[in-house]
Nanobody, 124 residues
Framework: QVTLEESGGGSVQAGASLTLSCQGS????????WSWFRQAPGKEREFVSF????????VYEDAVKGRFTISRDNAKNSVYLRMNDLKPEDTSVYYC?????????????????WGQGTQVTVSS
C-alpha cells in the first residue's frame, strides 16, 4: 500500500521561507506525476504546483509563480516544495498527491494517492 507523508510545515513570519517534503513509501513512484495542493479553513482544496514524472514539466498556480519551486528526487521517492517570500495568504494545510502518468493534472479528483497534510501558517 502506497503512503505519502509530508513534513516541513510550520509557523513563520511573512517573507520567510520553508521547504516542504513528501516521502512516498510502499511502491516506486517514479512513473507518477506529483502535485502540491493546499486548503485553507472554509475553502476548497486548490492546486499549487505540479511536476511530471521525469521532472521536465512543472506548473504553478499564478499566485505562487516566482516564489515557489517544486522538485523531485525519484531515487528517494520524494517531492519537495521550496516556498520563498511567504505571505499570510499562503496559510493553509499543504498536501502532496501522486497521479500515474506524465500529464499535468489540476483536478484533485484524479489523483491516486494523498498525504495527510502539513500546516503552514504565515503571520504578518
Amino acid at each position: 500500500q502506497v503512503t505519502l507523508e509530508e513534513s516541513g510545515g510550520g509557523s513563520v513570519q511573512a517573507g520567510a521561507s520553508l521547504t516542504l517534503s513528501c516521502q512516498g513509501s510502499g511502491s516506486t513512484l517514479s512513473s507518477y506525476g506529483w502535485s502540491w495542493f493546499r486548503q485553507a479553513p472554509g475553502k476548497e482544496r486548490e492546486f499549487v504546483s505540479f511536476i511530471s514524472w521525469n521532472g521536465r514539466n512543472t506548473v504553478y498556480e499564478d499566485a505562487v509563480k516566482g516564489r515557489f519551486t517544486i522538485s523531485r528526487d525519484n531515487a528517494k521517492n520524494s517531492v519537495y516544495l521550496r516556498m520563498n517570500d511567504l505571505k499570510p495568504e499562503d496559510t493553509s494545510v499543504y498536501y502532496c498527491a501522486a497521479v500515474l502518468g506524465a500529464s499535468y493534472v489540476p483536478d484533485p479528483g484524479r489523483y491516486d494517492f494523498w498525504g495527510q497534510g502539513t500546516q503552514v501558517t504565515v503571520s504578518s
